[in-house]
């Protein structure tokens, strides 16, 4: 039976983590305290047991500070994730639990322990360890205020970012180059006769890229790149001393040697080489892309504010694109009844829409994943793709329940996706941006692999993988919405029906990798910034940083902002924001065989799923990546599609 999310409150969402930490407490209890000879249902089994109820108390408790639209109730789940979060923390700081898991660890059961369940031992262990077991109790100490504070930045970080509001309010002659349907869709302004654009990406976005005042678009910008800055400086300040301070009691140099000890990566070496190999080539191919944004602005070196609104001139004129013609093919229902299809197809899966499911607002839709043959229930998850005001700004997948061996039988994945599309008006559907199409199959990668990812042990179910791979199999989804003949399935005109013209199709696909030199420095450079505050030095100016690593870009910093204020994966992905170009390569590579044996190829997809998605963290990724693709993974498609391979 799902959660009634219809039914939570601020009461609600603080009885549910405290239930849960009651639970657990009492778990807990017997595993220090076990028999003579220590087994793995006296040890092991009730850690399971408490990594489960955890993430569900988070999916009823915490999660809904994402989403919920009561303020009290986005408020109390904040409480709720902060207490959680540091109960959390603090396990891997309790020593009897170190003792009871090292007295099991020294058994012969233990010892004779293989796949998943050797894994999960290995891997606790290892969280003790990284936690100071092998540290004097005042280092340790220090370690566990340290990493409790961080928990509390974290938070705090995120909830200044999700509740900011800004914008601009602009007269109609303002607001020239907006299509009419953009300007449907905003609140009025506080002054009569204006309209509101807000940050929300669905205004700010479209804004950026077809608003012809280069002034307003200088305005906005500056407003964007400095969201919840007075709020959220001091806290990334301190946590990035606070993470330096923990490598430093561990006698590492930094805190990016601390965290990737868990990554693919392993050393940040590996990816100071990994950009030290593409920045040269890609500066290289970016100045003739410099010089073409100079060309389409009257000869002058474009701005910040201008590559977005450049880019898409360009396209316009040079691809016949115009992104308001083009997302008249992409009405929302479509394109998520289009990636139904596909991945049904691909993946030998079938979905349902369930009605009447209590969800936390009318705007959240509910599905079932089955497996196509034979019916059998793999998984549910809610798609919530629309703003409102408090909501988690981005977009993201959120585990609601992991999938894991229960004890009477096995429990099913549930997942949610937040987005914030453009949302339906009583005379337009939601129509998407290609872009847009690209972030939701993006993120619906995520859902896939989380609800098809069924291990033993929550610890390995879906994407949790090591962080440096997590985006892999997301990044793979995006290629299917650059595949024509993918994209003629679904992309039908929301008033004429017809399908979107071959022609269309076509230059789209040719315009995808228009400035992809700069759009890939631009990713680059965020990678950049992340290491630098996470790196050795001492002490670090932040502003000085974002200065330095915006010029990888090509593009001056825009004075006056500092943009990582808003930058919410410093918080999670800190000293792992590399992964997302580092995963491209894998997802790159792995496409490479849907390439080469058909796009929508079954075969391909059925081993897509079982060699990856279905085995979660259950092994190392390079070990699925062997096995998927039969040999070892390489660089080569990637660099092919960025031109300097």
């Given at each position: 039976?799902?959660?009634?999310?219809?039914?939570?409150?601020?009461?609600?969402?603080?009885?549910?983590v405290?239930?849960?930490?009651?639970?657990?407490e009492?778990?807990?209890?017997?595993?220090?305290?076990p028999?003579?000879?220590?087994?793995?249902?006296s040890t092991m089994?009730?850690?399971d047991?408490?990594?489960a109820?955890?993430?569900?108390?988070?999916g009823?408790g915490?999660?809904?500070?994402?989403?919920?639209?009561?303020k009290e109730?986005?408020d109390?789940a904040?409480?709720?994730?902060?207490?959680l979060?540091?109960?959390v923390?603090d396990?891997?700081?309790r020593?009897?639990?170190?003792e009871?898991?090292?007295a099991?660890?020294?058994t012969?059961?233990?010892?004779?322990?293989e796949g998943?369940?050797?894994?999960?031992?290995?891997f606790?262990?290892?969280d003790?360890?990284?936690a100071g077991h092998?540290?004097?109790?005042?280092?340790?100490?220090?370690?566990?205020?340290?990493?409790t504070?961080?928990?509390?930045?974290g938070v705090?970080?995120?909830r200044?970012i999700?509740e900011y509001?800004?914008?601009?309010d602009?007269?109609?002659?303002?607001?020239?180059?907006?299509p009419?349907?953009?300007?449907?869709?905003?609140?009025?302004?506080?002054?009569?006769g204006?309209?509101?654009?807000?940050?929300?990406?669905?205004?700010y976005y479209?804004?950026?890229?077809?608003a012809?005042?280069?002034?307003?678009?200088?305005?906005?910008?500056?407003?964007?790149?400095?969201q919840?800055?007075?709020?959220?400086?001091?806290l990334?300040?301190?946590?990035v001393?606070?993470?330096?301070?923990i490598?430093r009691i561990?006698?590492?140099?930094?805190?990016?040697?601390?965290?990737?000890?868990?990554?693919?990566?392993?050393?940040?070496?590996?990816?100071?080489?990994?950009?030290?190999?593409?920045?040269?080539?890609?500066?290289?191919k970016s100045?003739?892309?410099?010089?073409?944004?100079?060309?389409?602005?009257g000869?002058?070196?474009?701005?910040?504010?201008?590559?977005?609104?450049?880019?898409?001139?360009?396209?316009?004129?040079?691809?016949g694109?115009?992104?308001s013609?083009?997302?008249g093919?992409?009405?929302?229902?479509?394109?998520?009844?289009?990636?139904f299809?596909?991945t049904a197809?691909?993946?030998?899966?079938?979905?349902?829409?369930?009605?009447?499911?209590p969800t936390?607002?009318?705007?959240?839709m509910?599905y079932?994943?089955a497996d196509?043959?034979?019916g059998r229930?793999?998984a549910?998850?809610?798609?919530?793709l629309?703003?409102?005001?408090?909501?988690?700004?981005?977009a993201?997948?959120f585990?609601?329940v992991?999938?894991?061996?229960?004890?009477?039988e096995?429990?099913l994945p549930?997942?949610?996706?937040?987005?914030?599309?453009?949302?339906p008006?009583?005379?337009?559907?939601?129509?998407?941006q290609h872009?847009?199409?690209?972030?939701?199959?993006?993120?619906?990668?995520?859902?896939?692999?989380?609800?098809l990812?069924?291990?033993?042990?929550?610890r390995?179910?879906?994407?949790n993988?090591e962080?440096?791979?997590v985006?892999?199999?997301s990044?793979?989804?995006?290629?299917?919405?650059w595949?024509?003949?993918?994209l003629?399935?679904f992309?039908?005109?929301h008033q004429?029906?017809?399908?979107?013209?071959?022609?269309?199709?076509?230059?789209?696909?040719a315009?995808?990798?228009?400035?992809?030199?700069?759009l890939t420095?631009r990713?680059i450079?965020?990678?950049?910034?992340d290491?630098?505050?996470?790196?050795?030095?001492?002490?670090?100016?932040?502003?000085?940083?974002t200065?330095e690593?915006?010029?990888?870009?090509?593009?001056?910093?825009?004075?006056?902002?500092f943009?990582?204020?808003?930058?919410g994966?410093?918080?999670?992905?800190?000293?792992?924001?590399?992964g997302?170009?580092?995963?491209?390569?894998?997802?790159?590579?792995?496409?490479?065989?849907?390439?080469?044996e058909?796009v929508?190829?079954p075969?391909?997809?059925?081993?897509?799923r079982r060699?990856v998605?279905?085995?979660?963290?259950s092994?190392?990724a390079?070990?699925m990546?062997?096995?998927f693709?039969?040999?070892?993974p390489n660089?080569e498609?990637?660099?092919r599609?960025?031109?300097?391979?």
């Amino acid at each position: 039976m799902l959660y009634d999310y219809t039914s939570v409150t601020p009461a609600s969402v603080r009885a549910e983590v405290e239930d849960a930490i009651a639970r657990a407490e009492e778990l807990l209890a017997a595993v220090v305290a076990p028999p003579a000879a220590p087994t793995w249902e006296s040890t092991m089994a009730p850690l399971d047991a408490v990594a489960a109820s955890v993430v569900i108390a988070s999916g009823r408790g915490p999660f809904m500070a994402r989403v919920h639209p009561d303020k009290e109730v986005r408020d109390a789940a904040q409480e709720a994730e902060e207490r959680l979060s540091k109960w959390v923390s603090d396990l891997a700081f309790r020593r009897d639990l170190y003792e009871a898991v090292e007295a099991y660890a020294a058994t012969p059961e233990a010892a004779a322990l293989e796949g998943e369940d050797a894994r999960l031992l290995e891997f606790t262990r290892r969280d003790f360890r990284r936690a100071g077991h092998g540290l004097d109790p005042e280092q340790r100490a220090e370690v566990q205020r340290l990493r409790t504070r961080l928990v509390e930045l974290g938070v705090a970080f995120a909830r200044n970012i999700d509740e900011y509001q800004d914008g601009l309010d602009l007269t109609r002659e303002e607001l020239d180059g907006l299509p009419e349907d953009y300007l449907s869709r905003l609140g009025p302004g506080k002054a009569e006769g204006t309209f509101r654009v807000s940050l929300d990406y669905p205004e700010y976005y479209p804004f950026m890229d077809q608003a012809r005042r280069a002034d307003l678009r200088r305005a906005l910008q500056f407003k964007m790149f400095n969201q919840a800055r007075e709020q959220n400086l001091p806290l990334l300040e301190e946590a990035v001393r606070l993470r330096l301070e923990i490598a430093r009691i561990f006698g590492l140099p930094s805190w990016a040697d601390y965290g990737m000890e868990e990554k693919m990566a392993k050393e940040p070496k590996a990816v100071e080489d990994f950009y030290a190999a593409l920045v040269p080539p890609l500066t290289e191919k970016s100045q003739a892309e410099l010089a073409d944004l100079a060309a389409a602005n009257g000869g002058a070196a474009p701005e910040p504010w201008d590559f977005r609104y450049l880019h898409t001139v360009i396209r316009r004129e040079r691809f016949g694109i115009d992104p308001s013609e083009v997302a008249g093919y992409f009405p929302l229902e479509q394109v998520v009844q289009g990636m139904f299809d596909l991945t049904a197809e691909v993946f030998g899966l079938a979905y349902r829409r369930l009605e009447g499911v209590p969800t936390w607002h009318p705007d959240v839709m509910v599905y079932e994943i089955a497996d196509r043959e034979g019916g059998r229930l793999l998984a549910t998850f809610y798609a919530d793709l629309f703003p409102r005001e408090g909501k988690f700004g981005h977009a993201a997948a959120f585990d609601l329940v992991p999938a894991h061996q229960g004890e009477a039988e096995y429990v099913l994945p549930r997942t949610a996706i937040a987005a914030n599309f453009t949302k339906p008006t009583a005379t337009q559907p939601s129509l998407l941006q290609h872009d847009e199409v690209v972030t939701l199959f993006h993120e619906f990668g995520h859902v896939l692999h989380n609800s098809l990812g069924h291990t033993r042990h929550p610890r390995f179910a879906g994407y949790n993988t090591e962080w440096d791979f997590v985006e892999a199999p997301s990044q793979i989804m995006e290629h299917w919405c650059w595949t024509p003949e993918v994209l003629q399935r679904f992309a039908r005109h929301h008033q004429t029906g017809k399908p979107i013209p071959a022609a269309l199709v076509e230059q789209l696909a040719a315009a995808r990798d228009l400035h992809v030199a700069l759009l890939t420095l631009r990713q680059i450079s965020f990678g950049l910034l992340d290491m630098a505050f996470h790196g050795p030095a001492e002490e670090k100016d932040l502003f000085a940083i974002t200065r330095e690593t915006t010029a990888v870009t090509g593009l001056p910093h825009h004075e006056g902002t500092f943009y990582p204020a808003g930058f919410g994966h410093l918080f999670g992905y800190d000293a792992g924001y590399y992964g997302y170009l580092w995963a491209k390569v894998f997802g790159d590579d792995m496409f490479s065989r849907f390439a080469a044996e058909g796009v929508a190829g079954p075969i391909v997809g059925g081993e897509y799923r079982r060699r990856v998605l279905e085995r979660g963290g259950s092994v190392d990724a390079g070990e699925m990546l062997r096995a998927f693709l039969g040999r070892e993974p390489n660089q080569e498609a990637f660099l092919r599609h960025l031109g300097i391979g």
